[in-house]
């Protein structure tokens, strides 16, 4: 059965819309999928159904402008805030985050840069002391804990992933040498608002019943998973070898972390590192406008730190190798499901089951895709790889 695909592309991408309708015969049930090349939106479409059990409403139909929990995803964000600010000398990379926020040296942690914190090098990669279920909605009480948190390992020794701890570190670092009164007011001002998107660290109530819950990709009879789910059975396997090491506590302290995200509370809550609610073109005009810096999204000056390697190693936190620069991941080309894009100056950030955003600065593309349907794969997921694949064959064979 054919899936109708509603919103605009030219005629140039209609590739690419063809493998976004081919993954609804994989178990895609709603998503949306926008392109921006060289400063033009070339592809903005959407399918499938959505849910809001919340709103009272079990299936109806995707229509532009449904927000999806981007997940991690979001964490390229973050970074971008931090970066405008380093370009405005307001926040430094290689000072201590102390001279900033003074209540962040305790607990060995009085050397620790921004630079550290943004590639994942700073230990702080899960919360020690036990957090309660609810206090993850409390901005001051969380970002209170993160203050007196030891890191896992002497600071910038090795590299491991903070699922959580990134966001609010790093959005109370923009509340504070902003001046704004949150992470998300600041978003909207510098960011959001410019480039009239939908993208929001904290839902407001009028765009609630936008939303669409979350769940796990059902597959159809006879579709075989793909591998890309395999690093997912050794996360979890890492989780169980060790219930107290730094796996486990990343993501199940505390176990709201993995269990809220369809609640009201969770919604309305900032958690920037993994409660960005977006829609596709958001991503993608965002994206599009670091891959293009007439924008002026981030000072030119600043752009190369988007994409210059921080740190290349074995990962602490995922078991896995990972490459990152300040705040983004960056491509690892033998790997189908962690290359953003083709281009070497290529980054961005996936998000946990599939939503994706990326830049690539040597084609001038900004790509964002968002589903509610949630694969297995850590990285990049296999229906993403294929939508990523059909834009560079266009870009490749018709050198546009």
Known sequence: MSIEINGQWLPLWQPVVDAFAANF???????????????????????GQRSNKLAGVERTDWIEGTLVNIFSAGKGLV??????????????????????????????????????????????????????SEQIFDWELMTQAAATETPWWEPNTAQGYSPFMFGWILGELVKRAS?????????????????????????????????????????????AASATGADSIALGKLMKADPRGVTNRAF????????????????????PAAGAHADARALATIYGALANSQRNLLAESA??????????????????????SHGFMLSQHDR??????????AFGHPGAGGCIGFADPDVELGFGYVTHRMGQGLLIDERAVRLIDAAYHILEVENV
Request: net charge neutral; proline share 6%; charged share 20%.
């Open 303 to 324: 752009l190369p730190l988007c994409w210059q390697e921080q740190t290349f190693d074995h990962d602490r936190t995922l078991g896995l190798p990972l490459r990152f």
């Open 336 to 345: 189908a499901d962690c290359r953003y894009g083709r281009g070497a100056r």
């Open 179 to 223: 001046g704004y009164a949150s992470f998300n007011a600041y978003f909207q001002a510098r960011v959001a608002k410019p480039l009239n998107v939908n993208c929001h660290f904290g839902v407001p109530d009028y765009l609630l019943d936008a939303i669409t819950d979350t769940g796990p990709l059902k597959r159809p009879l006879g579709v």
């Open 79 to 132: 970074a971008l805030c931090v970066l405008q600010l380093v370009a405005e000398g307001k926040l430094q990379l290689d000072e201590p985050v102390t001279r900033i926020w003074p209540e962040f040296e305790c607990a060995d942690k009085g050397a620790i840069t921004l630079r550290q914190l943004l590639c994942h090098r700073a230990g702080l990669s899960a919360f020690h002391q036990h957090i309660p």
């Open 25 to 47: 015969a994989v178990g895609e049930e709603g998503a949306g999928l926008a392109l921006v090349h060289r400063g033009e939106l070339v592809v903005n479409i959407w399918a």
């Open 252 to 271: 199940s302290n505390p176990i709201s972390l993995m269990t809220a995200t369809n609640s009201r509370e969770w919604r309305e809550a900032q958690i």
